[in-house]
């Protein structure tokens, strides 16, 4: 119940501090016989590492998961799988400036009133180094709902101010960006460039698709799946947007347009982005997230420290421009996850075997 | 754990359907010794039920809330409130010829197609008729939160494409529309009786303002007071986007621009809207959501009964226009519940009077 | 996850003090499609009433259970059950006296101590009244489990130091005293009259039987199915001590006498009580429960006043001379519940119809 | 909610299979400022450890804890706090021939049941090596707990049907059984060393005493502190029975006797065990728990392999002959978490420093 652990049935604890030894997160309801090695985990966090982009943190961040229990020859045997990723290139001297300093945009005063105590270096807990350890998670989740056909990925559909403008795509794009039209990329990839040379940083906006997802998922009332998946990807740390299906847009439209008509085989439209009522329909799950630029910037900027004072902050050190494309796998990860839970509760309402059905 | 419960230590689970007999919620973590009486509760429910707009729906929601439990001379107990209202002016003869249909826009199809069952008669559980619990709840967490100095109110900020020019207002406005613009309001007016000639229905946006909240509140990581907001609105029915703070302007804006930055006595600016890492800053917190267009329109739809067969379907009845603005106090119910049970989870990791401190 | 909520995935909260206007319980995570009505849970009820016997409190308690919410057309829908129990034949005067006072062995004092404030009408809160809505609650929960094959049944095995000598019957007996041996029955019944003449109550021994469990529910480590049978039997008023199997027996036997030997078909003996490692064997699940005398004596007691001064009590009233009978049905509600959760769970870590297997 | 993860408030999650690479404990909901370090821990794991009794497994488990998150400076910092013990000395070849065979008494059964497969290391997760993670869990509890005064210990009662003939000890008993008897502990040691010649194993009695409990802990109906203590003491795998103050006793007293009458500054006796309708008095919490013989002997036994042929099995290898001394940290270490837990929940419910009370 704490803020550090995510879902119901299918449920996940991390834990780990951005400059302390090590990161990590225990799955406690991770089904058993799913196949599952260190491999499968690894491909979606390096996805998350700094890659070549002129915008990257040089920050060597060789995330090696290691799988410390609930596998067995291969396979998940029903009992917690502990996910373990040690820490390196940790330069924690770095931070010694920032002790007694609120930086903006940072976490640094509201756990400061919030706790009486913070582990300052590199935004401790608050650090975006913590994901690591969802994306980590994330990647079991995807294996439990591939094998019930569902698959998730995300892409990004604005950075910057520069918009995709060819359709939504069926797979993950391979560009640097996840980036679905390469013109727009080139773009993008020029702006991040710009950003970095003034000592600033941008935002963009990512979206997520789910294919596959059979009706009937999502909980009515609180924990709607929009209300899940709402609430899984503000819990990014950047994220201060997020919208289902048309989103915002549907405060301009009529009933009449909005409404997804229905016809033999499914729906015509899909306005609704793949869940009504909070339950999926079958259709595509379509959500977009507006990400803030990253906090860290070069520029000087006017703050206070812990005692009052008014202090000026220019961040140096190991940042990134836009948490475009790093945030991508996190988002996967996060509506891997919802997706993993509410499969395994709709499974739980679902007469099985047990009474000979 | 399951969908119709709602909040970790203030925990509200609501009950009913739309045509049953009643309908109600109970509170189990309300702490003791807060005044409590059914005119608490009133108020907030009476802002829910129709209006006098020429968009209203004409059904006749008298909701009165009894107290049940947990109440004891006038104030809390610290056992579980029971909250109840009994449904009246049920008519649902009006629905029988929706048992084998599936409404476009409505939860029909996706119930059917999770549970194998539903109750057809006014949307059974999916019918927003579950708000009238929600608001009930959050109002007895709306007077554990005043206790604690915080106010909580919404605002109509758009409606059928007509957006607000005036500054955010610091109370409710007292409009019918609860707008605080009211040249705005006129026209909105004006929107919402067209559509109901047209016999159809409109979207708009709410705003939702938390004033007076202290820092701290909000858990780091996964139950990030934003997380959380986002969650319990867009676990609201019509709400498919939420945004806090500058929300989906974030993600053109440079880090630069979007920061900010902190002086002597507090914030500069409030971008972040009174959230920064998931915790409170102490500042207001701002939340804006869309709300798309009811969607029980007069005119003719296309669809498909149970069996998969097309066919048309226009739905008369009593219906409202928009779900603006009998769902502002819905908005308002959910945040006092989110606010409610972060200021009970702050409160469990602080020291207390039992050593002494 | 407060005190009034049971359950993981079928989740019970229940509410009402004994001299307020009802007292209920919502069902979230009750399956679709059990066949379900009123008549199903007065059986259950009934049992739970004061019967024929000279022990019995003359107090008028006839429950009519009410299903509010979550049944249509005589199937549960999957969305939450509300059950409802008006109380009757409150006669709140009859406490005017208990106002200031902490009676013995009651959880006045402890109320006080808790909350600062306490419903002293009949106990309020703390009053054995409560368990009428866990017994309802119960019902339900032996229709799902009933489903899978799993019956639950209790039986006196103790009452006033009088013991059963007869085998452990494989149905709920049928004397008032769901007691199986007839002549310890008269013994027993002649004991509880001794007692009321006397102005005093005793105590006594439940034995909880299930018969039927399929191998594999609960769940390691902590969450074990021996310790949620244990905390949803402790959790009843007047229960001091559980034991599972030959309970404390074994901790006077050797390992070699102790362990259940296996042979093709099963277990030879039964010592673990059809749990093994947290987890059911499929061999019948036996507990024990001891419940102390009912602390509502006629004799004179010495106890303080709310503030601290000395005073003398008495309790008139209506009152049983002891727990047993009317804690047969409590006590085989709270196991039914247990194994309703567990199955659900179980059911989750499957492989359902969704995805072919 | 999965059954690797205990409490509401202070939740801990333990991970990890008796001949994994580690086992280790999450706890996601320490409060912050609370002083810790390693060695705050290892003295409780120490206790765990195997001793110097001819009774004692020769396994060498040099249990050294680390640290990996939470803790700043010396201080919680009120994120989660990682603990980690690497498993040394593990043998698996040891278990080669255990692969297809159900051993009596143990797990192996029910886990396959349960699962479809298992770890058949070492009894993998169902391993008592499980509670050196639990051990460490409960030493940070203990930390909390400490600060509003409150004690925790558990001594030896019973071993082998050798009983304790002194009164109850104030503190933890020194001796190597923590028994207050040292005329009872020589005779248990002497009849801990017949055991092992005979190739068997013993039973016994734990009692655990709380003291300086405040009044008020604890919470009503479900989650009563004796529902959730005798939960969680009966979650320890050897426990079968767990009684609270004069337990099974009172099952044969009258209520005239069981009562503990009040008077001016407290209870004159204590049959309650410190615990009135699932609530502290403020008097001593007692309870006592039945643990059943070690169930790896190495005498003969009858059993089936997993095709079901039967078979014979002894089990060699290193193993203790009792629960008893080793099972005594574990259980007070499942007291400390109780009492953690159920101290936040009462702070939650009390008005704080936020409203200026």
């Known amino acids: 119940m704490s803020g550090n652990t995510f879902g119901t049935l299918f449920r996940v604890t991390t834990w780990g501090e951005s400059h302390g030894p090590a990161t990590g997160a225990i799955i406690d309801g991770c089904p058993p016989l799913i196949s599952l090695s260190a491999t499968d985990i690894q491909d979606d966090l390096d996805r998350r590492k700094p890659g070549g982009l002129p915008s990257a943190s040089p920050r060597r961040e060789e995330d090696i998961v290691e799988i410390l229990s609930g596998v067995f020859e291969g396979k998940t045997t029903g009992t917690p799988v502990s996910l373990f990723i040690r820490n390196r290139d940790v330069d924690e001297k770095a931070y010694d400036g920032l002790r007694t300093l609120f930086r903006p945009g940072h976490g640094d005063f509201t756990y400061q009133a919030k706790y009486g105590i913070r582990d300052h270096r590199g935004g401790g807990r608050a650090s975006a180094r913590e994901t690591a350890a969802r994306v980590a998670a994330g990647a079991v989740a995807r294996k439990i709902i591939a094998e019930a056909g569902i698959e998730v990925f995300a ?84 994220v201060k947007g997020v919208e289902i299906g048309a989103g915002f847009a549907l405060a301009r439209m009529k009933g009449s347009r909005c409404n997804d008509q229905m016809e033999t085989g499914g729906f015509r439209t899909n306005n609704a982005g793949g869940i009504l009522a909070g339950i999926t329909t079958g259709g595509e799950i379509i959500m977009r997230v507006a990400c803030k630029p990253i906090p860290s910037i070069a520029r000087k900027q006017d703050t206070v420290d812990i005692f009052g004072n008014p202090t000026v902050v220019s961040i140096g050190g190991r940042h990134d421009v836009a948490v475009i494309p790093r945030i991508i796998p996190v988002c996967e990860a996060m509506v891997c996850m919802v997706l993993a839970d509410h499969l395994l509760r709709q499974r739980a309402i679902q007469r099985g075997a047990d009474h000979g059905e």
């Open 155 to 238: 892409f990004t559909g604005e950075l910057g101010g520069i918009s995709v403008e060819t359709p939504r795509p069926a797979v993950r794009p391979a560009g640097p960006l996840y980036c679905p039209d390469p013109e727009a990329e080139q773009k993008m990839i020029a702006r991040l460039d710009e950003a970095r040379k003034a000592g600033d940083t941008i935002g963009g906006i990512v979206e997520i698709v789910v294919r596959g997802c059979p009706p009937g998922l999502g909980e009515p009332v609180f924990s709607k799946m929009d209300a899940d998946l709402a609430g899984a990807l503000m819990g990014i740390g950047s």
